[in-house]
């Protein structure tokens, strides 16, 4: 059975990464969900996928050189499907309160020692306080952010983002402790997949967005996809009996 997990909430139907677009992933029935992190000048952890601002909300500068409640103002609309209403970047903390998924996978993208430790810590402290740990895995292609995560938050699942072959992505996995694999769909042979499943890691493929790739991939025997939309994934994988986000 191959499960769906909405990529930034539903990208390819509400703007990527706002609360609506992980109430539409909601509505399809698709109870797992993938997104991004980045962390405010006041280190809290907020739901976008750049470091900056400039591609979702039209604005200048980064991320982090902007305070939550600042940012939380910001309508991050830009570059996506139309939407009537503003979409403003989300805390974490928002969506752990209103989206009750099964499960979380939340990218932290490549960051300095440093802030790889600030970011992983308050993930972690989020994750307890709304009783998560069990339903989160955080997932990086930074050895940085996996070291810290290894090392500062060794009681949450953790992933390896793959998606270059120029390592092999399951000797990295191994090395980190992963017990999930992200791993870009042009890299996910059956020997690949056959391999990683045997050492015991769950395999994510992202992001598949043709049906006909879906089925191929759920052919291969595919954990999960990670997809723009959820809403067709579930529609063209339900004859295969394919229960979405369970």
Known sequence: MTLIYGHRGAKGEAPENTLVSFQRCLEHGVRRC???????????????????????????????????????????REGGPGWITPCPIPRLAELFEQCDFDHWQLEVKSASKTRAARTVTAIAELAERYGLNDKVTVTSGSREVLRALQRLTPHLSRGLVAEYAWLD??????????????????????????????AGLHVSVWTVNEPALMRRLADFGVDSLITDYPGLAVTTLSHRNTVAGT
Do not use: F
Not at 42 to 56: E, S
Not at 170 to 198: F, I, M, S
């Open 169 to 198: 992505p399951l000797k990295v996995a191994d090395h980190y402790g992963c017990d999930l694999l992200a791993l870009n769909w042009t890299l996910c042979t059956p020997e690949r997949l056959q391999k990683a499943q045997k």
């Open 34 to 76: 993938e997104l991004d992190l980045h962390l405010s000048r006041d280190n809290q952890l907020m739901v976008i996928h750049d470091p900056t601002l400039k591609r979702t909300t039209g604005r200048r500068g980064k991320v982090a050189q902007h305070n939550a409640d600042d940012l939380v103002g910001y309508d991050a």
